[in-house]
């Protein structure tokens, strides 16, 4: 079984590979807390698999969220994670590996995946220039073959690229950053269509549309994926997104 969460489809990508590799069935972790499905039986000699993208240098909140919230019945013979990051990922796998352990559950397997950063809300960070947004993207397909070799061998492995100073990234900047981040500073401007495209994509059904624009309603999990899929790019954070680009997975 693999979980997964993703914003604009970069994890939704390297999840939907490796799954399919595996012949596994996929779980999207939003719509299965939507309908309170936390609890799975697990058949013989089932494996687990857990991907989704770093935020602030961490598993988002929900995944945290999710997992503590999980009932296995069974013993899953081997447990990975795969994740995606702009850059890099900080103590995510010490984390990680800490909150399945509360759940009586053992990491096996770690790898990350560099892919197109779509972190826009703060001055100074932006999206990829395209050729370096593709450069990660070839990358990520030349090593998925053997991340899904790694898998299905069982094996013991920490592939993660950590950067610099990951404890103070992870655990000063990281552990509160989804208390901080709040959905108050998203507009649509005046070039808004009402396709109600942004309302459709976001993964947590955060969006509203009211008057034929959209609404935040305070449940937002920072995907972007809203801004980043406006066909008019009418969708601004503040002034923090002024002349920033858009991008989202597309195969
Ligand atoms: C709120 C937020 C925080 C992020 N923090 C980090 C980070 O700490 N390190 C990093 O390398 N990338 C970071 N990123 C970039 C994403 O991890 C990366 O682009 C990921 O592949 C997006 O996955 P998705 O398309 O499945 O949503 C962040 C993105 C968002 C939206």
Not at 17 to 40: M, T
Not at 70 to 90: E, Q
Request: with cysteine.
């Amino acid at each position: 079984m693999v979980f997964y969460y993703s914003g604009c489809g970069n994890s939704k990508y390297i999840a939907q590979c490796i799954a399919e590799a595996l012949d596994d069935k996929l779980v999207f972790i939003p719509e299965a807390q939507r309908n309170g499905a936390f609890e799975y039986t697990l058949a013989e000699n089932e494996t687990l698999g857990f991907v989704y993208p770093i935020y602030s240098w961490r598993p988002p909140h929900l995944v945290d969220e999710f997992v503590n919230q999980l009932i296995i019945n069974g013993k899953p013979s081997y447990i990975w994670t795969a994740v995606t990051c702009g850059d890099n990922v900080g103590e995510t796998e010490k984390l990680f590996r800490k909150s399945l352990e509360n759940k009586g559950l053992e990491l096996n397997g770690a790898y990350c995946f560099k892919m197109p950063n779509t972190y826009v809300n703060m001055m100074g960070m932006s999206v990829d220039k395209p050729e370096v947004a593709d450069q990660k993207i070839a990358k990520a397909k030349e090593k998925l073959p053997k991340v899904i070799e790694l898998i299905k061998n069982h094996a013991e492995f920490s592939d993660m690229i950590k950067g610099a100073l990951p404890r103070f990234k992870s655990n000063v900047i990281g552990k509160n950053f989804w208390k901080w981040a709040s959905d108050k500073p998203f507009f649509a401007n005046e070039s808004c269509i009402s396709c109600g495209i942004c309302e459709k994509v976001c993964p947590v059904k955060n969006i509203t549309m009211e008057s034929g624009r959209p609404k935040w309603n305070g449940h937002c999990n920072t995907c972007d994926a809203c801004y980043h899929h406006c066909p008019k790019h009418a969708i601004q954070y503040g002034k923090k997104t002024r002349g920033k680009g858009q991008y989202f997975f597309k195969d």
